[in-house]
């Protein structure tokens, strides 16, 4: 597989997904970038815009195994991880795996669920296994969580603390649609599901396959600087409580690379930084007072000095 063979996996899986998420074109190469990228993926936004239909049109579009968790208050760790039931015939507990045990996960309204329970994604979203009474079961290679959270209802919800927002490589957000859009919409969905007629564009291999050539797409001295200055410029103790973290600077710089190979390019641009900066950096920050971390984020992207083009080719 070379860099224009994972961008026209890109497009085909583009083209498969807009049979159903009308416009949304930047939201979706994104997402498609983050799974490429090994990445989780939270989706933040009113109920009713089309987090989970993306999640679902992506997993028919892969053909990929997929699971979904309602996160209610009384979902225990053990219906997400699974656990060990005794065996009377063989006279052993035997281990009866979770829905965890899926290439791609749904986590429908992760916060609310509570803290405990949430806590049991963690060892899954940063070490594709889980520990049961002391044995360690691994999670498949691909193993994705597409997490979803409504910002506004509070009632009920118990907020994911900052080590768990850590573990999504970026936070999305669905594009409002506009009269055209809407009208397309309605066309579509009053008149057929157009969830089951989605066309298999690509299989879970063909993503490994092309993950494994995100090493050699390069990233160039001035840009690794560039992305090290913007994350410190995050991390102002003046205006944060809390800055972006080594792994959402590898994140980020793991996410160019993927959308650069899903470009059919085999390096980093900046524009590539400053576009996904956003994504990755500002479900991240915690603010002091009222200020907005995304508008934080972009005037850093703003100030700080990108390298020129005979830098980052160099």
């Known amino acids: 597989m070379e860099y224009a063979d994972i961008a026209l996996l890109g497009q085909r899986m583009r083209d498969s997904i807009a049979q159903v998420i009308v416009g949304n074109e930047r939201t979706v190469r994104i997402f498609i970038s983050s799974v490429l990228a090994g990445g989780h993926v939270l989706m933040e936004d009113v109920p009713g815009t089309g987090k989970t239909l993306l999640c679902r049109t992506f997993a028919a579009a892969l053909d990929a195994g997929f699971a979904r968790i309602q996160f209610t ?22 281990f009866v795996p979770g829905p965890v045990f899926t290439q791609l996960l749904l986590a429908d309204e992760i916060n609310r669920a509570v803290p405990r329970t949430q806590s049991a994604l963690l060892e899954c979203m940063e070490e594709h296994s889980v520990t049961e009474n002391g044995i360690t079961h691994r999670l498949s290679d691909f193993f994705t969580v597409v997490a979803t959270q409504n910002p506004i209802e509070n009632r009920g919800t118990f907020p994911l603390p900052e080590a768990q927002m850590d573990r999504f490589m970026v936070r999305l957000r669905m594009e409002r649609p506009d009269r055209q859009a809407s009208i397309a919409i309605l066309n579509r969905f009053l008149y057929g599901a157009p969830l089951e007629k ?12 092309a993950r494994s050539l995100l090493e050699r797409c390069t990233v160039s001295g001035d840009c690794l600087d560039y992305l090290v200055r913007i994350t410190e410029r995050t991390q102002a103790p ?45 479900h991240r920050i915690l603010m002091r007072g009222m200020e907005d971390a995304e508008a934080f984020v972009r005037d850093i992207l703003a100030s700080e000095e990108a390298p020129t083009e005979q830098k980052w080719r160099s």
Not at 198 to 209: H, I, N, R, S
């Open 198 to 209: 989605v066309c298999q564009a690509a299989d879970v291999q063909a993503f490994l396959d």
């Open 238 to 282: 003046d205006k944060v409580l809390l800055g972006v973290s080594a792994r959402g600077m590898l994140a980020l710089a793991r996410l160019c690379r993927a959308w650069a190979a899903l470009e059919g390019r085999d390096y980093v641009i900046p524009d590539d930084i400053k576009a996904l900066a956003p994504a990755v950096f500002v």
């Open 73 to 94: 208050p009384d979902l225990l760790p053990s219906d997400i991880t699974g656990v060990s039931v005794y065996r009377q015939d063989k006279g052993e507990f035997q």
